[in-house]
């Protein structure tokens, strides 16, 4: 089936540390990942992505991981700061039969940053 | 750039009658937007994905008839949901593509509209 989820639904990490925020993916057909982070009351904002070529990938702070043979995604944010307190979503891009395409979200994991 | 707004942010109504949300691509021309419902602690669930000047295609389970879907312009698309019931309570969240959705294009999202039905 389609479906993309979270291992932890609640993640807390101390400011200054670095958190890694797991997901699992069931489409061994999709070649390309986001992840999203989602403020309260707010919509998602794009972080990063990686498509099936690339195992790792990085940006400002992020690093996204994927592991194509468990089918596993994981987020990297370094050195977290208490805006990093989020929502934090993956989503895959799912090819339907028609050839359209859509975004599944996972379940989401809620990170808190203690100050 | 890449901004996408919905009107309003937060909306109140009595159960049975009709709401209209907006979205709207500012500063770029969206072919494709897509309508997205976020129960309280839960993930986005596609609702459905409106291209400009067709009809929109809903996801299974989605009621074509409750929530109207328009797509009249290449900067604005409308969700409508008629006779709306507490249940339809929810966060609608649209976002907007310049080219549909394939693996090298980006999907902007609004800032979500809080609709309460009371």
């Known amino acids: 089936g389609e479906s993309v989820g979270l291992h932890l639904p609640t993640l807390s990490v101390q400011e200054g540390d670095n958190s890694i925020i797991n997901c699992a993916y069931s489409?061994?057909?999709?070649?390309?990942f986001i992840w999203y982070k989602q403020e309260s009351g707010k919509g998602p904002q794009f972080i990063i992505d990686i498509r099936s070529n690339m195992d790792k990938r990085q940006g400002q702070r992020v690093t996204v991981l994927l592991n194509k043979t468990v089918k596993h995604l994981s987020l990297q944010i370094a050195a977290t700061q208490p805006g990093d307190s989020a929502v934090y979503f993956c989503?895959?891009?799912?090819?339907?039969?028609?050839?359209?395409?859509?975004?599944?979200f996972g379940q989401g994991t809620r990170l808190t940053i203690n100050p | 750039g890449a901004v996408v707004s919905q009107h309003p942010s937060r909306v109140i109504c009595k159960s049975g009658t009709s709401v209209k949300i907006e979205c709207r691509s500012l500063d770029f021309q969206a072919t494709t937007m897509f309508w997205y419902r976020q129960f309280p602690k839960k993930s986005l669930m596609l609702m459905a994905t409106?291209?400009?000047?067709?009809?929109?295609?809903?996801e299974q389970g989605v009621e074509k008839d409750k929530f109207l879907i328009n797509h009249a312009s290449l900067t604005l698309s409308t969700l409508t949901v008629t006779s709306a019931h507490p249940e339809d309570s929810s966060f609608y969240i649209c976002s907007a593509s310049l080219a549909g959705l394939t693996s090298t294009d980006t999907q902007y999202f609004g800032p979500g509209t809080r609709l309460t039905v009371l």
């Open positions: 989503a895959e891009i799912v090819s339907r039969a028609s050839g359209a395409q859509k975004l599944v």
């Open positions: 489409n061994s057909a999709s070649d390309y």
């Open positions: 409106s291209n400009e000047g067709s009809k929109a295609t809903y």
